[in-house]
Every structure is written in C-alpha cells, then in structure tokens.
C-alpha cells in the first residue's frame, strides 16, 4: 500500500524521531537517509526496521538490490508528494529507521596495533560526523563519546557521518572515571598505551609523537578545548603547526589531522 498522507502514524514516528531526541532514546531507533547509509548499517549486521523509498524514484541498481533483497515486510512505500515533505532531496533514493546498538566499550577490539579517538562533550553535530567519518577512513579502531554530548543518532550527525558509524565502533560513555578505567584495562593488556590529547597550546607538535604504538587520541569541545581533567589523564598535549593568522582548528578538522599522521606513521612503518 502507497502512503500518502502526513497524518498516517508509520509517518508520524519517523518525524518524531526526526525530531526529537527523547523519542530517539525512548524507542532506541533513528532515522537514515540515503543508498550510502542504509547499504552500510545493512552490510555491517545493524536491524532495519523499515525501509522507506518512493517507488518511482528507485532508480539506481544498488538501491533497487537492497529493495529487492530486503524483506518486504519491512516496506513502507510513500508517494512522491510525500517523500517531499519527508525530506528536502528529490534524489534520496532510500531512507531506513535502525534499531540503535549497545553503547559496549568491548566492541572496540584491543589490538596489538590499536588506534582510537575520543572526542570530549562534542557539541556541533556535523562536527562529530565528521570525527566519526575521518576515524573510519583513518583505520582508527573505534570513537569513544564522552558525554554530555550532542545525539549521535540525531538525523544530522548521522548524516555527517556517511555511513561511517555502521562501519566501526562508537561508543557513549558518561564520565571521565569510566575513561580513567578503560585505559587502564587496555594498559594490562597491552602494556604500552599512550594517551595523546590536541591543545593548541602544546609544546609539542605532532610530528614529534610516535603513533606507531597503541594510541588514544583525544579532542576536546569546540568552544573550550580538552578539559582540565582529562589533561591529566593524556601522557602528552600536541599542537598543528600553522603558519596562517588562526590560532586554532575546527575540533573536527584537528582530529582527523591528527588521524591522517598516525595513519602516515603506521603505512610508512610497514
């Protein structure tokens, strides 16, 4: 049956997880937009719960695969005239709702090699998309979130992401002592684990730290930085060079600079 109607519940859901963040926490679903995104959560094992697309606006083999290799119980088919008013792109070919995942730090491997970023109450949502996108294309391991935080699953962060958040660990966690424990537990495991933190008051620049060894990167919030307690925690602060008038890096922009040098390091150590 073609839904065509603002006023049908199945569509009242999906804005209401659109929209609101509780909503998203109560029912531990969101919304996805796009052939990308949806492929992703798919090919990485994450449970569709519906699969949302205008018949006529299929129109790519790889959307039209997923369609017809989904189960069509989890269909639900809107006009055009709707799929307008759901979202503002005439060419998004296939929307999903997800079913969120546990917010398990076991999730992330603790590799010989291990790469990690933090970011630290991250507050603009295409900023941590981005962190989250750079850590996937990065090789990184996984992205811990140290709340309070912006959603990760609000439309936007997810959207920034890419796709990247089906593809590797991200995981919530709510204090800085339950971070103080993890590194101690990769520490028992691994024995060498340096914790780096980005400050754009460091001594030390980052082409001065060895990534090669087991790393966990830490970025701090957009307006204030890395905070005073977390410093303690880091074994050393890094800056970027610049040699414009900017004194400081987009949180987003610093973090996957310093992903793109500890993936240099380690190709080059090969």
């Not at 307690?229 to 890096?249: F, R, Y």
């Amino acid at each position: 049956m073609l839904i065509r109607s603002t006023s049908n519940l199945h569509i009242k859901y999906i804005r209401m997880l659109c929209e609101k963040r509780m909503a998203r926490n109560t029912h531990y679903e969101f919304f996805v937009e796009g052939v990308r995104a949806v492929s992703e959560a798919i090919s990485h094992g994450w449970n569709v719960k519906k699969l949302i697309f205008c018949p006529s606006l299929v129109r790519s083999d790889w959307a039209k695969k997923i369609v017809a290799e989904s189960d069509r119980l989890i269909h639900l088919q809107i006009s055009e005239n709707l799929h307008s008013k759901l979202c503002d792109r005439n060419d998004l070919e296939l929307m999903a709702i997800i079913s969120q995942v546990e917010d398990d730090i076991d999730r992330i491997p603790i590799e010989s090699n291990l790469l990690v970023i933090a970011a630290e109450n991250p507050q603009n949502r295409g900023n941590l998309g981005t962190i989250i996108r750079s850590a996937d294309a990065m090789g990184a391991h996984g992205v811990l979130i140290m709340e309070p935080a912006v959603d990760l699953y609000d439309p936007k962060t997810v959207r920034a992401t890419m796709g990247s958040l089906f593809a590797l660990p991200v995981i919530r966690i709510k204090c800085h002592s339950f971070f103080r424990s993890w590194r101690e537990k990769v520490r028992a495991a691994l024995g060498a684990f340096q914790v780096i933190g980005t400050s754009p008051h460091a001594s030390t620049t980052i082409d001065k730290v060895d990534f090669t060894v087991p790393t966990l990167l830490v970025v701090g919030n957009e307006q204030s930085g890395i905070s005073k307690q977390l410093e303690t925690m880091c074994d050393a602060l890094i800056s970027i060079p610049m040699s414009g008038s900017a004194d400081s890096l987009n949180s987003a922009i610093a973090a996957s600079v310093a992903l793109y040098e500890a993936n240099r390091q380690r190709i080059a150590s090969k």
